[in-house]
């Protein structure tokens, strides 16, 4: 699954990617666990992520310790949005173990973010080492500032 692709923008509703980052963002509020209880939201968990500048290349980081990168990984650029979907599968004998506590999260992870301006999507490059998945993304240098240029005008 590790691949990087482009989405066409017809199967994208206008509203439901405002929505998603919306869910994203609320989600990783600290208040997603009110009162010390569990406030688990169905489907899919947020995956978190450091972010920051290096030189010219934006470096996302994100923690997917137990995933299998040609497997269970989909990246993919679209309309200015990158979006990391993972998914942490149950161990087949699971049930034979007896667990005393099971708090490992298993199922979709998904996280979208936003690229800088004129981002070449094909250019972005991502790799899997220890349980981290870093995204490195070039970030194009701004335009020069043109002069701006004097249009004459011409009489009768």
Request: proline fraction near 8%; glycine fraction near 8%; hydrophobic fraction near 35%.
């Amino acid at each position: 699954m590790s691949t990087l692709s482009r989405r066409d923008r017809t199967d994208v509703a206008p509203l439901g990617r405002m929505d998603k980052l919306f869910d994203e963002w609320f989600r990783s509020l600290p208040m997603h666990r009110p009162f010390g209880m569990a406030w688990d939201w169905p489907g899919e968990d947020l995956i978190r992520v450091d972010e920051y500048r290096d030189g010219d290349t934006q470096v996302i980081k994100a923690e997917l310790p137990g995933i299998d990168p040609a497997k269970d990984v989909e990246i993919t650029a679209a309309d200015g949005m990158l979006r990391i979907k993972a998914e942490r599968r149950i161990e087949q004998d699971r049930e034979d173990k007896g667990y005393t506590r099971h708090e490992i999260r298993y199922g979709q992870m998904t996280r979208t973010l936003p690229l800088p301006e004129n981002v070449a999507e094909g250019d972005i490059a991502a790799s899997y080492r220890n349980g981290v998945l870093e995204i490195r993304v070039p970030i194009p240098a701004a335009p020069a500032a043109s002069e701006p240029t004097t249009i004459p005008v011409s009489t009768g």
